[in-house]
């Protein structure tokens, strides 16, 4: 089973940038379908962004145009990168990796995000 771990995480003032990184290892990672999600205080995980094992993407609505989401297979890799921050993007990022043969899913711990300033 595959492992995660994210990163990158941290304080940023609104308007700022950020990126994520999750890093897997024990699977062939080119076969999974990465997203982040992201969980505030008080709310439910909702989903972030998506990366198709081919390369196709999608994103949550309140972050389409701000944040993009990217994946090196070389390097068994996903990134989020994260602009134009806002106070409400404020949550615990977690990595999801998912496999379409069995539906199983395999999460990182989360790395923290706060936008404030």
């Known amino acids: 089973q595959v492992q995660l771990v994210e990163s990158g995480g941290g304080l940023v003032q609104p308007g700022g940038s950020l990126r994520l990184s999750c890093a897997a290892s024990?699977?062939?990672?080119?076969?999974?379908?990465m997203y982040w999600y992201r969980q505030a205080p008080g709310k439910q995980r909702d989903l972030v962004a998506g990366i198709t094992r081919g390369g196709s993407t999608n994103y949550g609505d309140s972050v389409k145009g701000r944040f993009t989401i990217s994946r090196d297979n070389a390097k068994n890799t996903v990134s989020l990168q994260m602009t134009s921050l806002k106070p409400e993007d404020t949550a615990d990022y977690y990595c999801?990796?998912?496999?379409?043969?069995?539906?199983?899913?395999?999460w990182g711990k989360g790395t923290l995000v706060t936008v404030s300033g």
């Open positions: 999801n990796a998912h496999k379409r043969s069995n539906g199983m899913d395999y």
């Open positions: 024990g699977g062939i990672f080119s076969i999974y379908d």
